[in-house]
DNA sequence: GGGTTTTGCGCC
DNA sequence: AAAGGGCGCAAAACCC
């Protein structure tokens, strides 16, 4: 059954109309969807603008469907990228009325979204609630015009689960203990500076850098330390840590630290842990869908760039404990099932994938995951054409998918994920430059995107899918606390972690069946149980 | 002075 | 050894 949904712009009611009954207005939205017992597909405008002030009374959703997620999957399938994706855009556009454009959720130091100050109509003349009916059925039958519908449906499930997830993690956070952080930030750097200073360890290094060259430096000023060196007699192309390793100068070592644990105070250091963590939980704004391959993004936090080193501090509560799991080697796996490749679908059925396809590059594992991260990322250097012949040659089926993508994209044609995802067009920028002097570079370089969106969008399905099972079968009160691309977490008491490990095995078999049917590719997810995040790998 | 682009590097 | 896909973010660098 499928219910729509609309929210009161100022407060906890809103209106509720069952797929083909009659709108009723409801004054306690959150105990209405509460009283469900699992068999609704709440159906809305936008998780992100209503889930969260249902999450905060208590209640939660079993399924969704998002409309303005669902709607910019389906404008990039009908070649229509980067138009405004809201109910209210796909209603102006299917009526020929003048298109609003997305107002972004306006988002606040971890705090959730706010509301927004217009009024949700748009001047239509039609009640919320009807307006998402209607495009709802619109939708659906936009999306029965598809080439694989039954493969686009799974896509919107499994993106609309996304989002439901996405808004409960910014709204349970991910253990964070504040205590551990800043002994670790205190360690590393000293006490914390007052504003405007630089912690001492940082200043100490800063000094080293400028004896070392004689002169003043400011080591963040990539110019000045090109100048530096350039006065010592030496010529560096940039700053880049990896140029100055090769560098023989006695500036070299404190700088690199320098640089190093600048990162960690200024991305991860006490300013960022003000914004963003609060009793003892990271808060962290998820985008869902917010890369192009349909990976996640984040618009603030940086959740997705927690540096190893502060990983400390992600700390189970006292009684409960952290089960983190990720996928090995996804997306050679995702590669050898979308492409029916025999042989490399024989290899994907070990454990080790890389150690199995060592055999074909001349016993080397090295060689071999060099092989397939070349294929899939479009390598052209070092051994890179030597091990590419070897992989045309032995896994045909998966060189020629890859390759066939790469063409596509070459000659400015789109290319889809397996369940529906549809790259963006090529820009008029780049029509432009594929004609003129620069043109084999610039094809080149889109060939490569292409090239990876298949697998990368594929591989980001296929994680979707798995969190939207797992989600499902988890008990109360474990929960969903961090997700990157191919790896979850799990915050749960420590009596549940039998029940949370198999959960996890459960999904990636459920998902990978979802996705591939039978196919011989395993997706193996090993989940491990840690007090502390750092002890997971 | 303010807005935009570049640099460099963290994560997958 | 340093090439190849996707991001976000802070500070510097650049530009009006």
């Given at each position: ?38 068999e609704v597909r709440w159906v809305w405008g936008d998780t992100r603008r209503i889930y969260p002030g249902v999450l905060a009374q208590g209640a939660r959703v079993g399924r969704c469907y998002d409309i303005a997620l669902t709607e910019g999957l389906l404008l990039a399938a009908e070649g229509r990228f980067g138009e405004p994706r809201s109910a209210e855009a796909a209603y102006a556009r299917a009526h020929g009325l003048p298109v609003p454009e997305d107002r ?434």
């Amino acid at each position: 059954m499928y219910v729509v949904v609309a929210a009161d712009p100022e407060g906890r009611g809103g209106t509720l109309r069952p797929e083909d009954g009659i709108a009723a207005h409801v004054t306690d939205l959150a105990a209405a969807i509460a009283g469900d017992a699992g068999e609704v597909r709440w159906v809305w405008g936008d998780t992100r603008r209503i889930y969260p002030g249902v999450l905060a009374q208590g209640a939660r959703v079993g399924r969704c469907y998002d409309i303005a997620l669902t709607e910019g999957l389906l404008l990039a399938a009908e070649g229509r990228f980067g138009e405004p994706r809201s109910a209210e855009a796909a209603y102006a556009r299917a009526h020929g009325l003048p298109v609003p454009e997305d107002r972004e959720a306006v988002a606040e130091g971890g705090q959730g979204l706010l509301f927004e100050t217009e009024p949700r109509d748009a001047g239509f003349g039609i009640p919320e609630a009807d307006l998402v009916a209607e495009v709802y059925r619109g939708q659906l039958a936009r999306i029965a015009q598809l080439p694989e519908p039954g493969k686009f449906r799974l896509l919107v499930a499994a993106e609309s689960a996304g989002a439901l997830i996405a808004a409960e993690m910014g709204f349970h956070g991910m253990p964070w203990r504040e205590a551990v952080h800043d002994a670790l930030l205190t360690e590393l750097l000293g006490p914390r500076p007052a504003h405007g200073m630089r912690p001492a360890k940082l200043q100490a290094l800063a000094d080293e850098v400028a004896a070392a060259f004689g002169q003043a430096v400011n080591p963040d000023s990539p110019q000045q330390i090109v100048k530096a060196f350039k006065a010592a007699g030496l010529t560096v192309p940039s700053t880049r840590s990896w140029v100055l390793k090769q560098v023989e100068h006695p500036g070299v070592k404190p700088l690199l630290a320098y640089k190093e644990l600048a990162r960690l105070y200024s991305f991860h250091g006490w300013v960022w842990a003000d914004q963003w963590v609060r009793g003892d939980r990271f808060r962290a704004e998820y985008v869902v869908g917010g890369v192009v391959s349909g990976r996640w993004a984040t618009s603030g936090g940086g959740a997705l760039q927690i540096p190893k080193l502060m990983r400390r501090a992600v700390v189970a509560d006292d009684g409960w404990t952290l089960v983190v799991a990720d996928a090995a080697q996804l997306e050679p796996r995702v590669l050898a099932a979308m492409a029916q490749d025999g042989g490399l679908a024989r290899a994907a059925g070990e454990i080790d994938l890389y150690a199995a396809l060592a055999k074909a590059f001349g016993g080397s594992r090295d060689a071999a995951k060099i092989a397939m991260l070349s294929a899939m990322y479009g390598g052209t250097s070092g051994d890179a054409h030597k091990l590419l012949a070897v992989m045309r040659q032995r896994f045909p089926q998966a060189y020629g998918f890859v390759e066939d993508a790469a063409r596509a994209g070459e000659e400015g044609h789109l290319v889809r994920s397996w369940l529906g995802r549809t790259s963006p067009p090529p820009s008029a920028r780049w029509r432009a430059l594929v004609s003129g002097p620069e043109g084999v570079r610039a094809a080149r370089d889109r060939g490569r995107f292409t090239r990876n969106f298949v697998v990368q969008a594929t591989a980001a399905e296929w994680a979707n899918t798995l969190m939207a099972i797992l989600r499902a079968n988890l008990p109360d009160p474990a929960r969903l606390v961090f997700f990157q691309h191919d790896e979850v977490m799990v915050h749960c008491p420590l009596d549940q972690t039998p029940t949370v490990r198999a959960a996890v095995a459960t999904a990636a078999d459920e998902a990978t069946r979802l996705l591939f049917g039978d196919t011989p590719v395993r997706f193996p997810m090993e989940a491990v149980a840690v007090t502390c995040y750092a002890d997971a790998k």
